[in-house]
């Protein structure tokens, strides 16, 4: 009996899922799919945040019921993964680099995931805490390949890796959450000034006003890459 129970609600939900989709069509939307379900959760997440994303709200700006998600996507777990990778697609150097330039490469690949996590800042707090995606992996394939090109050692190669992707995590995660105005800035350095006897390199750099995130970071990464060019 359970069984047959079981299969009659499946075929219910069939059912209403195919009802579903010809009421989505003569609306003219889209028919639901995997895609069109990822892009959406990255709207979402986007707008709302992580804990802004429920299947509910999805589900309501899709147009749909929320069991009709399941059909493309496991659960919420499953689509956080999607959806990190999604916004984490590397589609390479563009002809400007030269293929015999690895530092080049690599600066441009990095530059490029920091510059995405930026544009999706939830994707920062999700990185470290969710099953790595093609997107993500092919990235770190293509960062290992350049460096070993490069010579660098297979033994350091791991901490190359390490090395870089900690500096991109922290310079973002870093930029996304120091959200101060430029009143704020200045006049967190006029306090500054009034300690400067205690904190003088510090006061004397104007290392609270200095907001040229994006020159840092390129600077910091050369820095990294100083130490990683292979010795002559």
Known sequence: ???????????????MSVRLQSV???????PLSRERIVATAVELLDTRGVDGLTMRRLADRL?????SLYWHVDNKEDLFDLALDSVLEYR??????????????????????????????WSASLLPRRALGPN??????LLSK?????????ADLNVAIWSLWNY???????????????????????????????YPTIERSRLLLDDDWSGAFRRGLDFLLDGLAPKQ
């Open 136 to 141: 993500i992996l092919g990235r770190l394939e």
């Open 24 to 30: 989505q069509e003569s609306r003219g939307e889209p």
């Open 146 to 154: 350049t460096l070993s090109k490069a010579g660098v050692a297979d």
């Open 63 to 67: 147009g749909s019921g929320v069991m």
């Open 92 to 121: 390479g150097p563009p002809q400007t680099v030269e293929s015999q330039d690895w530092r080049g490469e690599v600066v441009h690949m990095l530059e490029d995931w920091r510059a995405s996590m930026l544009r999706h800042p």
């Open 168 to 198: 991109v995590m922290g310079a973002t995660v870093t930029r996304a959450s120091f959200d101060l105005s430029d009143d704020d800035r200045a006049a967190a350095q006029q306090r500054l000034t009034h300690l400067s006897e205690r």
């Open 1 to 15: 009996m359970a069984a047959k129970r079981s299969g009659a609600r499946s075929k219910r939900s069939q059912g």
